[in-house]
């Protein structure tokens, strides 16, 4: 039987620098017995923008539902928009900005699970 949850069942996450919402949807805080994948909604509202960072063994993948996002790798950044997809490679350094005046959404997916993600600049998360 399908497990089905109301939002206000699902943990969110309270970013330590700005106003980010993520809601977990498959983690190990969700109980659905998922172990090879995890999975986030992520609402980025006008300004925030996520540390630089990489996930250690895992491939990162982004769904983008609505809005605009700048996403960014050391070799540059791209405009990311609603019903696009972008792929990150394992400890590929990114990081997201939010230039618009609209928030953005997207639900992020790593498989597997990574075995760590490491932080460029210490505790900015």
């Known amino acids: 039987m399908a ?3 109301r939002k206000e069942e ?3 996450f309270d970013s330590t620098r700005d106003g ?3 809601m977990d949807l498959i983690t190990d805080n ?3 017995g998922a172990t090879k994948i995890k999975a986030d909604r992520i609402i980025y509202h006008p300004g925030d923008t996520c540390a630089k ?3 250690v063994g895992c491939y990162h993948l ?3 539902l609505e809005g605009e996002a700048t996403i960014c790798s050391p070799s540059g950044c791209q405009t990311f928009t ?3 997809v ?3 490679a394992p400890e590929e350094v990114h990081w997201f900005e939010n230039h618009s005046a609209a928030d953005y959404r997207f639900v992020e997916f790593w498989a597997p699970p990574p075995t760590e993600t490491v932080w460029i600049v210490e505790d900015d998360i």
């Open 3 to 5: 497990k089905v949850f």
């Open 10 to 12: 699902l943990p969110h």
């Open 20 to 22: 980010r919402d993520r």
């Open 30 to 32: 969700v109980p659905v």
């Open 53 to 55: 960072h990489y996930h």
């Open 62 to 64: 982004f769904v983008m």
């Open 82 to 84: 609603a019903g696009q």
């Open 86 to 88: 972008a792929v990150i």
